[in-house]
């Protein structure tokens, strides 16, 4: 039986990988690490209570010890860290403890790895291991109108959140050149797709529209972006893991680059015909003061994962975004859960007898 220790995956990719992974594969075992911090939902999980394939342990990718034990009791094949702090705006208030999870965190998952594959003696590595890091297309700056991002561009971040991705993805290059680390970088494009929790554009944008609530858009909204949806990212990790060539960078994009004005559009006009709603209209717009350092075009090139391993985005925005809100709108009581905070009950009514 094949083992994967995530962290991270009680968040938005997280679980979709997990939920991706025990669909798909009979023979794995999942186990995974995450802290329950504000955006992180064990409810997401909820229907894999019974499933032996999937062992939930609530605690911190900082914490050595716990980490250590883990890789000691689950001796795991794989170690893929999705755990993030990811809210560019968070970050721009708080950047501490994006240096904190995203930095720190990761030289400790890796350097607990280190201590349980790697033989300093022999110098060398447990066969069959891997460390796959889940990094972000922010890392790279920002485009000009022309041009994408390839797995050769130079690291050029320019917010706290992005800075702190680069740092740790820096750090997994430095354990794979210094030590011979098996490991994987991959950088995605902007997620969309079901359980995204509701700060960021979308799940916002199509809760706000339901309430006829305003829809803030920064500066003039022509900010570019390339909008992958979650399970065919899900899908592009797995095959890094299980056959990307070890030390290797993997660009993951959708090929669907769109300004955040027409998203936000294309939801009102969406959610109005849907729920024959007149009042969802363009005039809940809002343009607001823009985000600070915010760059204005991100765009992918996956050629490389598309060459090496067969890889390529499966879904259209245009059939991904139907998906989107046709979850959310068959989940407004998990939408309800989630903006009120009544979600973080969910983790202690599930182990208050535990």
Request: hydrophobic letters at 35%.
């Amino acid at each position: 039986m094949t083992t994967y220790l995530t962290t991270g995956c009680a968040g938005f990719i997280g679980t979709t990988f997990v939920h991706y992974m025990l669909s798909r594969y009979t023979d794995i075992r999942i186990i995974n690490l995450d802290a329950l911090t504000y955006a992180g939902n064990l409810e997401n999980l909820k229907d894999l209570e019974d499933d032996p394939r999937h062992i939930f342990v609530h605690g911190n990718i900082c914490d050595k010890e716990l980490v250590a034990k883990l890789i000691a009791d689950y001796d795991p094949d794989y170690i893929i860290n999705f755990a993030a702090e990811s809210h560019v705006d968070r970050s721009i208030a708080n950047p501490e403890i994006f240096v904190t999870t995203n930095v720190m965190g990761t030289v400790n998952l890796l350097q607990r790895a280190k201590e349980a594959w790697y033989d300093a003696g022999q110098k060398t590595w447990k066969s069959g291991k891997k460390y796959v890091q889940v990094s972000t297309d922010e890392v790279y700056g920002a485009l000009g109108a022309e041009g994408f991002f390839t797995e050769t561009t130079p690291i050029n971040p320019h917010s706290p959140y992005s800075s702190s991705k680069a740092s740790a993805d820096h750090f997994v290059k430095a354990f794979h050149d210094t030590y011979g680390m098996p490991v994987n970088i991959t950088r995605c494009s902007n997620n969309y797709g079901h359980f995204q929790f509701p700060e960021k554009l979308i799940p916002l944008m199509i809760n706000n529209a339901k309430n006829h609530k305003q829809l803030p858009v920064y500066g003039d909204g022509m900010q570019i972006r390339d909008w992958l949806y979650v399970e065919d990212h899900c899908k592009a990790i797995d095959m890094v893991a299980t056959a990307g060539r070890v030390g290797e960078v993997y660009n993951i994009g959708g090929h669907n680059e769109r300004p955040n004005i027409f998203i936000v559009k294309t939801i009102i006009h969406q959610l109005s015909e849907r729920l024959h709603d007149p009042e969802i209209n363009e005039g809940l717009i809002k343009h607001v003061e823009d985000r600070l350092g915010h760059d204005r075009r991100y765009g992918i090139d996956p050629s490389k994962i598309k060459a090496d391993l067969g890889w390529y985005p499966e879904t259209t925005f245009e059939v991904g975004i139907v998906k989107t809100i046709d979850w959310y709108l068959d989940n407004q009581e998990w939408m309800e859960r989630v903006t009120s905070g009544e979600y973080q009950k969910y983790y202690a009514e599930m182990y208050k007898n535990r």
